[in-house]
């Protein structure tokens, strides 16, 4: 049942009386209780050690999760060894931003700037878009280190800390989880699969970036609904959710009359990819769920971001950010610099109707 992977040397142990698959579990309705231990390595397999410990609870319906505390936290109110009782519930005042795909290239560079300006930053990511470069054999132009690399890193370098969840938001019940645990105030959404000539490649890429992209996001309104329901949600969708019309492109709605009456209508979006298309979609259940739930949004619609540094990623070679440049998840204006700078004729996707 261990979904978190585990970067630091405490552990949480959790009891609850139903499993957190259930959807309909809500925090409130349940026992709810978190014990840490202290390891003297950070290893999961430590868990071994405390087993005598471990078994009688286990046997008790205890559910015995790994997961990730700050360290300041960490060193300011647990013991050096043994089982400790004191509540883990944070207590700090800080508010508590949630970045989903904070390994990646909108994310990384937002998580630094976030726990810089002293949020309580906790990254959430997949790392499937690592394996994906492995899979097409591409790679950043910048070498960039693994993600516990660059946030320990961080922490060296500025002594804060940002807590780590390895997982597919895709699974409700590991996002689940990681809402429990960490409690945040905002989620900025960073993780989907977020290449247009991917999703293009074939059935299966198309297939992937929707249900990876549509489910993801549903499953962080429930979370929200579920689990924090004051909590903001930022949400990056794409200028391409509009495709290229021949009129000015609204902020979001457009005021329509037709046969004699006048309505103000959501503008109409023509995604020109499968990856778009995910992007409309998500679009769509966000502001459904706005509607139906209250949930509160902001749904970005921008356009292609570029550039490589940001003061944070400045600090440390460890730190640096991803500069993708490939034919498949190089951005047109990473792509562009790149090519002027050997001198390769600049080269548009599709037809250049974008651009
Ligand atoms: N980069 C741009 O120019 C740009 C422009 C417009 C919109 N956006 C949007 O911003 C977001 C981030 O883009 P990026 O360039 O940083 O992409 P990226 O591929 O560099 O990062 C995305 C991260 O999300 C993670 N991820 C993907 N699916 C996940 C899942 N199901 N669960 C957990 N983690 C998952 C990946 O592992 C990766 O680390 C995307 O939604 C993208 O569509 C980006």
Redesign the pocket.
Known sequence: MAHLVLTSSSLNLSNTTKPFSTPSNHPSTIGHTMFTFRTPKPQLNKLVLHEQTLLPLLRRGFTVFATTLPVSQDTQTQPTSGFNFNSVEPSTKKKRVMV?????????ATALHLSNKNYEVAI???????L?DHQLSLESLTPIASIHNRISRWKSVTGKTIQLYI????DFEFLSETFESFKPDSVV???????APYSMIDRSRAVFTQK??VI?TLNVLFAIKEYREDCHLVK?????EYGTPNIDIEEGYLTVTHNGRTDTLPYPKQGSSF?HLS?VHDSNNIAFTCKAWGIRATD?N?????GVRTDETELHEDLCN?L?YDGV?G?ALNRFCVQAAVGHPLTVYGKGGQV
């Open positions: 989903i795909g904070g390994d990646g290239y909108c994310g990384w959430v990511d997949s790392l499937v878009r690592r994906f997982g597919d938001v895709c959404h960073f993780g989907e699969q977020r290449s990876n992209n993801g990056l969708g794409t200028m391409g990856y992007k970005l921008q356009g292609v971001v570029y991803r993708d998840f951005t």
